[in-house]
């Protein structure tokens, strides 16, 4: 007789997992005065009471919070605005229109007391026999500082410093020259000019200047006049 080996069963129960209960406060609506039983809530949504839809009471400090929290990304855009301001200032004064990050150079300080030149002749840099003449005649107002300059090398030749509407007669070398000219309302020096007023300007053209041919410019704006001239940056001049 063999032995049968029978199958064991194993009973189980059925458990069913009960999350926990939810924390809760019950809270009076100001408005219609019902009571409200709700859940802790975070600063991201406002309860509202469910008999009358009103905003139910919230303590300052969740107030604030919750206002902070709608307005966050304002909020950001002007700390980081701020601290821009703060700790870069130079990163707004020294941006060029070419996308390089340049330091600007300060404005000059007045001038006010820089010694004013007489009119007339005010540095020669050549020391070649003066055989041509130039004449220069200039609009009234203001003062000009004109040099001339070598066409090939852009060596200085002679300076000369005008009163506005004066007229300035001098012999110059030979050669064939550049003239350009600044003109302002306060003298610097020869480097800062005229400052913040000063204006920088070439005359279109290259003077021949010989033992038999000299030449008449005059600055004056005139309508069909024969003498183009251009604005040039003051790195130029």
């Not at 041919?213 to 600055?219: A, D, I, K, Q």
Request: glycine share 8%.
């Amino acid at each position: 007789m063999s032995n049968a080996l029978s199958p064991s069963r194993t009973a189980c129960n059925d458990e069913q997992l009960v999350p926990p209960p939810v924390p809760t406060r019950e809270l009076a609506c100001s408005r219609c005065g019902a009571i409200n039983r709700i859940g802790a809530y975070g600063v991201t949504k406002l309860p509202h009471c469910g008999k009358c839809q009103s905003a139910l009471p919230e303590t300052l400090v969740k107030r604030v919070l919750r206002q902070a929290h709608t307005r966050r990304y304002l909020i950001t855009i002007a700390v980081g605005l701020g601290l821009l301001a703060i700790l870069k200032p130079s990163a707004l004064t020294g941006w060029v229109p070419d996308g390089s990050p340049t330091q600007t150079a300060a404005p000059p300080a007045a001038c006010t007391g820089y010694p004013q030149p007489s009119s007339g002749l005010y540095a020669s840099y050549d020391h070649s026999a003066r055989v041509s003449p130039l004449t220069i005649r200039t609009s009234p107002g203001g003062y000009y500082f004109i040099k001339l300059e070598n066409a090939v090398t852009s060596q200085p030749i002679m300076a000369f410093y005008m009163r506005g509407g004066e007229t300035l007669e001098q012999d110059v070398p030979e050669g064939s020259f550049v003239l350009k000219y600044a003109a302002g309302d306060i003298w610097c020096g020869p480097t800062a000019l005229f400052g913040q007023t000063t204006s920088t300007n070439r005359v279109d053209r290259i003077f021949e200047f010989t033992e038999t041919r000299g030449y008449t410019v005059e600055l004056i704006s005139r309508k069909g006049g024969n003498l183009k001239t251009r604005s040039i940056e003051p790195s130029q001049f």
